[in-house]
Each structure stands twice: as C-alpha cells, then as structure tokens.
C-alpha cells in the first residue's frame, strides 16, 4: 500500500466530497449503505447485535459479498491467498486452528480439507452467515472432517480450552471492530494458545489518523494494536512478507512469550 494511501483519513469530509467526484456512479450506494446502517445503529446500540444486522442484511443479498467478495471469482482467490500464506508458514494437517469470523468458509474449506478431522473450529457473530458456512462444506463435500461451526457473542473466548489451538486466524475482523473488540480479544487469546502456537490477524492500517467510516469499518495504526498485544503480555509483529500479498489490509502476528 502506498504512503498516500496510509495518510488517507477516510472519515473526513474532504475525502468523501473528493471520492464522490471521482466516483459518481457509488454516491447512492453510499447513501442507501448510510441510512440503513444508521438505522440499525438505532436499532442495535451494541456493536456486535449491531453488526450481526449488517451481516443478515449483506448474507440475505449475497453471502459472498457480506465477507468482501464482489465475484465467486474473487471470494476463490481470497480464500485461497490466506491459505496459501499459512500454508507457507508451517500449517500442518496435525494442528488444531480456531478461525475467529469464519464468515461462510471463504479460507475455511481449505483449511477444514487440509486439517485432519475434527482439528477446524470456526467462529462467527453471525447465524445466517454460519448457515451459509454449512452450504459451503456440502459444495465441497467436507462432511467426513468434522469441523465445527459455532456462533458467538464475543471474544471472551470462554467456552474454548485452555493451550488447545495452534493457530488462531481472523481475517478481516478487526476491520470491523471498535478497539475494545480488539482488546477483549487480546485479554483471552493467550489462554487458548498451545505452547508455540501464534495468532494472525488483518486490519485495515494507517499511518495518519486513527478512525472509522459508518462503524463498519476502522482504521488503526500498527503501534496501537502492537502496544495493545503488550498490554496483555503477547508479543506481536508486523508481517511484512503479508503486504507482498495483492490485499488491501495488513497483517500482525501474535505469540505467547517463551
């Protein structure tokens, strides 16, 4: 990603005014996109119900577009991007992985093909993205692998065991979360990693401002979620082979300390 695109505040009016000249044919999009989200802001002032609405009005349109897939095309290439990188980073069929915001298996059924039974545990605020989740694992017919599939409320991660997973994977979930999301996270992670294991994540990154566009959508500073991981005694690491990737969010890698 580019300096100038690192410094862009995307919330401010300046931007939006100069985005909607060069972008005409999206100004009522947005504008529809701003008054339901407002609307369910009303509706649901927690963010998580509030999102989980976001979710069952973008599944009931098109389950591929809620997780940020426009094309079948690209929901297969992004899928198989997040593979492909922990696959090059040592994931075996041994391991044991919690997908945080599985959404409908875009990276999930090559995970769940590649794990051994029973070893993918997915997560997600959403119900009707998780019913999606099960039409993706009978398209690929992955009965036989026994992958969980759980709805959620929250990241307190409670109700999952203690030094049990390998990995644990969120792509873009914190691009979506308010910060105190994001530290919930962090404060019960640790728990859950098996000794060696590591945490990745995405998130939308900025060198300029810290903000958010219509609550959907948030932009943080790499010391901030870094420091953050710190507060809770995680180490954490930018990722730089990740920005050789053609994604537009960067990626943080989170470990136990030794």
């Excluded at 009931?60 to 809620?66: F, I, K, L």
């Amino acid at each position: 990603m580019s300096r100038t695109s690192m410094l862009k505040n995307r919330a401010s009016l300046t931007h939006k005014l100069s985005y909607a000249v060069r972008n005409p044919a999206r100004i009522t999009p947005y504008v529809k996109r701003t008054a339901r989200d407002t609307w369910l802001r009303l509706k649901h002032p927690n963010h998580v119900d509030y999102y989980r609405a976001v979710m069952a009005s973008d599944t009931n349109r098109n389950p591929e577009a809620a997780v940020g897939s426009q094309t079948h095309e690209r929901w297969l290439a992004l899928g198989e991007m997040q593979f492909n990188y922990l696959a090059e980073h040592g994931l075996k069929p041994s391991h044991r992985m919690l997908d945080i915001g599985c959404g409908n298996l875009r990276a999930g059924w090559r995970f769940i093909a590649h794990l051994d039974a029973g070893n993918y545990y997915g997560i997600d605020i959403s119900p009707d993205i998780l019913i999606s989740a099960k039409q993706t694992l009978r398209t690929y017919e992955l009965q036989p692998k026994l992958p969980h599939l759980t709805i959620t409320q929250n990241l307190k991660l409670d109700f999952l065991p203690e030094a049990h997973f390998d990995v644990v994977h969120a792509h873009s979930v914190f691009s979506h979360s308010p910060i105190t999301v994001i530290d919930e996270c962090f404060a019960n992670v640790g728990r859950i990693l098996a000794p060696g294991g590591f945490f990745d994540f995405t998130f939308d990154r900025t060198e300029g401002a810290e903000h958010q566009v219509l609550r959907e959508d948030f932009y943080y500073r790499t010391e901030t979620l870094v420091k953050l991981a710190r507060k809770h005694g995680l180490e954490a690491r930018f990722m730089e082979d990740w920005e050789t990737r053609k994604h537009g969010q960067s990626k943080i890698r989170v470990n136990n300390p030794s």
